[in-house]
């Protein structure tokens, strides 16, 4: 049997595991994001924090801010500001729509990934969420301990 090898070229480098925690996802899209040079070799090194970082719609384009990418040393002359607004590419339709749900519907972009692609091109995942008020996050963990337990006991019974 011919199994297929995992692609070499995608990467995770960077993942917000406080989103899904501190927002109610309600849907996510993948984005290209504009880097410079020196961004983009410490990425393939895994220096980046996108925890603190979110997104904005502002005069028709779709900017990342506040995402930490490190400095890469051998870029010492023309290395990069390690925390400026970076620039992401997503189509007018998609973008429409995400300005309609910040501006109208209260709602938050949000980075969840940060990563290479099969081809090796940098993207982002942006989730477009409603932050989560304390008694949501209790419940939302309760039906997760609720789920295990079903699944321990499902797995006793057989």
Not at 73 to 85: C, L, N, P, S, Y
Not at 108 to 122: D, E, K, M, S
Request: net charge positive; proline share 2%; with cysteine.
């Amino acid at each position: 049997m011919n199994k297929e090898k995992a692609n070499p070229n995608y990467k995770v480098v960077a993942e917000n595991r406080r989103a899904r925690h501190d927002y109610a996802i309600e849907e996510d899209l993948e984005c290209g994001i504009i880097l410079a040079g020196s961004e983009v070799k410490s990425l393939r090194g895994g220096g980046a924090n996108i925890a603190e970082s979110y997104a904005a719609v502002e005069h028709g384009e779709l900017w990342l801010v506040n995402s930490y990418i490190a400095p890469y040393e051998q870029a010492k002359t023309f290395g990069h500001d390690v925390r400026r607004r970076r620039k992401l590419l997503a189509s007018r339709r998609e973008l429409a729509r995400m300005w309609n749900a910040t501006q109208r519907k209260g709602m938050t972009l949000v980075p969840l990934v940060l990563y290479f692609n099969h081809r090796g091109i940098a993207k982002i995942k942006i989730g477009i969420a409603k932050g989560k008020k304390k008694h949501d996050k209790r419940h939302t963990e309760a039906e997760r301990d609720w789920n295990r337990q079903k699944q321990r006991l499902l797995k006793q019974r057989e």
